[in-house]
């Protein structure tokens, strides 16, 4: 079965351990970007290769539900969009969720040089499209049956009252990890 070769790139110390003893996915390597240079480490990993594919899940990943998304495209990290686009091998795909990036020429020609492409993942495109239903409902059930057997373990961000439930939904607009659920 084929298997991905997955490298994570964290802020700090602290996140690089929670994913090495918190997260069952396996990790090949993770960069912490306080003490590492990305492009450097993720050519070295790859055998100057680089990437097949960058799964970029946008600042307000990293945002708290108090703090605001910076400007900059990846600021909490570090790394650019030029930094990204250096460590995309041939052919290779950046998928981001931020719906608002910018692509300047010099970066455009990089990903054309690259033969390199730019997709948008927005998680409400999948209930809007009736030909990937049946796609969404194999990853919900595989969803399911990892949580059954902890092999997934979902992090409580904060626990609202019933009253509160629209800051609720706009803490979770504002950082874009997970969404709301509502237990009556």
Known sequence: MWQARVIAVVQSDEEANFL????????????????????????????????????DV??????TATSTAPADLTAPLGISKRN???????????????????IDPPESRLLYLKGASLSFAFANLWLLSPGQH?????IF??????LST????PRVAGTYPLDKIR?????????AIGSVLCVL
């Open 167 to 175: 800051e609720a939904v706009k803490a979770s607009e504002a950082c």
């Open 150 to 153: 902890n092999a997934l373990v």
């Open 141 to 146: 059930a595989d969803v399911m049956e990892k």
């Open 20 to 55: 090495q003893h918190d997260v069952p996915t396996k990790i090949e390597r993770i960069i912490v970007t306080q003490r590492e240079n990305f492009v450097q480490t993720v050519m070295e990993t790859t055998g100057d290769y680089g990437v097949d594919y960058v799964l």
């Open 84 to 102: 990204i686009m250096q460590c995309l091998s041939a052919h290779g795909h950046w998928v981001t969720t931020d719906s608002s990036l910018q």
């Open 134 to 138: 049946g796609r969404l409902h194999h």
């Open 58 to 63: 946008s600042p307000r990943a990293y945002c």
